[in-house]
């Protein structure tokens, strides 16, 4: 399978809000594709990076919801696994995050995931987001276009 063989060509991922979201909560569309993907980051085959913004948008809706078990979910996949770093967002992200908003005309917390998971050297950004592939500093995986392969 094609997605088998492009897994092992990502040796550090970011991972943007939903494919994490899919993972999580077990999205019946997505779950086979990125159990696969969170698979080989558990195995550390691929090392993955996320962010404060990434664990703030997950944590919205349990939150609204008073969904505690949800809640340790998100925050155990994204700041307890072995192989998933949670970068901090500092002086130097945050000047890249305004270069790249200016330069693409990306909404804030897209820039700073960007700029997170390019201070990071992640060579991958998986997103769901088909608008952010104009972003050209690394590579730009959708997961939709994943599932056509």
Wanted: a positive charge.
């Amino acid at each position: 399978m094609q997605v088998d063989r492009w897994l092992r060509t990502v040796k550090r991922l970011f991972l943007d809000t939903a494919p994490v979201i899919y993972y999580v909560e077990e999205h019946p569309q997505y779950i086979a594709l990125v159990d696969k993907i969170f698979d080989r980051v558990d195995k550390g085959l691929t090392k993955a990076v996320t962010s404060a913004v990434t664990l703030a948008e997950c944590l919205v809706i349990p939150y609204r919801a008073s969904n505690v078990s949800l809640q340790q979910a998100f925050l155990d996949t994204l700041t307890r696994s072995r192989h998933t770093s949670f970068a901090v967002i500092d002086q130097q992200t945050s000047e890249r995050a305004a270069q790249l908003r200016a330069r693409y005309n990306l909404r804030l917390a897209d820039a700073f995931q960007f700029a997170v998971a390019l201070n990071s050297g992640c060579d991958t950004f998986l997103t769901n987001d088909n608008d952010l592939k104009r972003v050209t500093e690394l590579k730009v995986v959708v997961l939709k276009e994943l599932l056509q392969l």
